[in-house]
Each structure stands twice: as C-alpha cells, then as structure tokens.
C-alpha cells in the first residue's frame, strides 16, 4: 500500500500534466522491469557522485518519487486516473468555443489559486513541500556517501592491516629459513670433522697394532730368519719356500748330527712361516673389517 506522501505526489503530478513516463523517456506501457532499468540509466547522471557541482537535489528526488510511483500499483493507479481527467477536460476545452473556454480556464485558475493560498495558510504549500522533498534528499544523499565513505575506510584499513600481516609473516619465514641453513651448515661441519677424527683414530690403531705386532715378531725370531721371511713374503713364493724346505730336509736326514740338526731348524722355519701366514691372514681379515665399517659409518 502507497503512503500519503506518495499518493499526493501523483495526483499533483497529475493535476499539473507532469508525464512522469516521459521523465523516464517511457511510454504507459513500460513494465516494471523498464522502469528500474530506465531509473538507473537516468540516476548515472542525476546521481551526486557523477553530476559534481550539477547536481540538482530536486531533480534526483523527482526521480526517485517518479520510480516509486510508478512501481506502485496504487499510486500507478491515481496517477493514470488524473492524467485521464487532465487529457479529457483539456479534450472538451478544446471543442468549447474560445469565449467559454477561457470562462473555464479562468474558474480553474482561481480554484488553483484558491487551493494553493489554502495549502499556504495551512503552513504546507507546494513549494514548500518541495523544499522539504529536496531536503530530505539532500540528507539521504549526504548519509548514503558517508556510509559508503567509512565502509571504503574500514575496506582499505582492513587491507593494510592484512597487507603488514603478510609482510611481517614473509620476514619470519625469511629469516626461518636463514637459521635453517646455518644450523644445517654447522651440523654438516661436525658431522665431517667428527667423521675425520674416527677415521684418524682408527688409522693410528692400526698403525699401533701393526707396530706390536712387528715388535713381538721380532723379539720372537733371529735377525736372519726374519730377514728371510719377509724376502719370502716379498717375492710371494711361499710354495717353492716349501719345496725347498722338504728337499732341504730330506737332504739332512741322510747327513747324520748335521743333518738332524739341519731337520730341527727347518721344522722351526716351518711351525714360524704357518704361524706367521695364519696372522696375515687374520690381519687381513680384521682390515676388511674395519674398512667396511668406516665406510657404513
């Protein structure tokens, strides 16, 4: 249901033959879908923000009450109805003779007179309703830019704050990620020196176990037959060592006192090179060992 304001709008606009339809550049057959699009074509203009310092406060109201007024059914109603009476009392002055119809315009003219200085004794007056209309539209143009001036400020304050946020969340993994090399770096240079100091540990127990060795070898065996052991292991002929040890052996057996004295001393070489083939051997081993250990660690 339209409110009085409304109404009265219509039927003023009609009694003055004020088209609102061609306000909007539409015909009386225009749908309510061609009103909105043809208000929002004329508001792009009429619009505070886009007219500037042409902005005409009454005009943008007109417009606003003209889209109302046609988009309700009842005040549509009245306003068709008296543009209807204005169309058909100017279609009967204009069969009146011209001496009755200047009669009538000037009836009209008083009755108009009439009402209006009646409207103006009652503090309303259509001036003055027109002042308030642009009044009212004046405020509500004023409070809808404000409203949508603190929503942009609230928008870009919102922004920044979001804008620093990230920027300061950049900085943190930056400087993450720099303490994560240098922590890296520095486990990597103690995981390698701590490797190095091993190996160098195991080296020098090599070498120390291999010095006792030597040492216990030597303090065990003659000077002589450590020499011709170790020219023995040199030329790798281990085997020929051993034949030449059997014939050596034969040969003494059949010497008498030499020869079994000759006996005793191969049999010692004997028992020594076995003893000292099974510590190769054993060495050896232990090598292989450590070395495939160094290498796993």
């Not at 039927?11 to 061609?34: F, G, I």
């Not at 929002?40 to 007219?51: E, F, I, S, W």
């Not at 050896?284 to 450590?290: G, V």
């Amino acid at each position: 249901m339209a409110d009085q304001d409304l109404l009265l709008f219509a039927r003023e606009s009609a009694s003055r033959s004020d088209d609102l339809y061609a306000l909007l550049s539409l015909d009386a057959t225009a749908t309510d879908q061609d009103v909105r699009r043809a208000f929002r074509k004329k508001a792009l203009t009429a619009h505070p923000d886009k007219a500037g310092d042409n902005y005409d406060p009454a005009l943008y109201e007109r417009l606003e009450r003209t889209r109302d007024v046609l988009l309700n059914p009842e005040a549509k109603e009245v306003y068709n109805n008296g543009m209807k009476a204005v169309l058909e009392k100017k279609r009967q002055r204009e069969q009146m003779g011209a001496k009755r119809r200047q009669l009538v315009e000037e009836l009209e003219r008083r009755e108009e007179e009439a009402k209006r200085q009646k409207t103006d004794g009652e503090g309303g007056g259509g001036r003055d309703k027109v002042r308030d209309m642009a009044a009212r539209g004046r405020r509500k143009m004023e409070e809808l830019r404000r409203k949508r001036e603190e929503a942009e400020e609230r928008e870009r304050a919102v922004r920044e704050r979001e804008e620093a946020e990230q920027q300061q969340q950049k900085q943190a993994e930056k400087a993450e990620e720099k303490d994560y090399d240098g922590e890296i770096a520095e486990l990597e240079r103690r995981l390698a020196e701590k490797q190095r100091l091993k190996a160098e540990k195991k080296k020098a127990k090599r070498k120390e176990e291999t010095k006792n060795e030597d040492q216990a070898t030597s303090s065990s065996l003659p000077s002589d037959t450590i020499r011709k052991e170790k020219d023995m292991a040199d030329r790798g002929d281990k085997v020929s060592a051993a034949t030449t040890t059997t014939t050596t052996t034969n040969a003494n057996s059949d010497a008498g006192p030499t020869g079994q004295l000759g006996n005793k001393f191969a049999s010692t070489m004997a028992r020594l090179r076995a003893a000292q083939a099974k510590k190769d051997e054993e060495k050896r081993r232990r090598e292989e060992k450590e070395a495939k250990a160094a290498a796993a660690s």
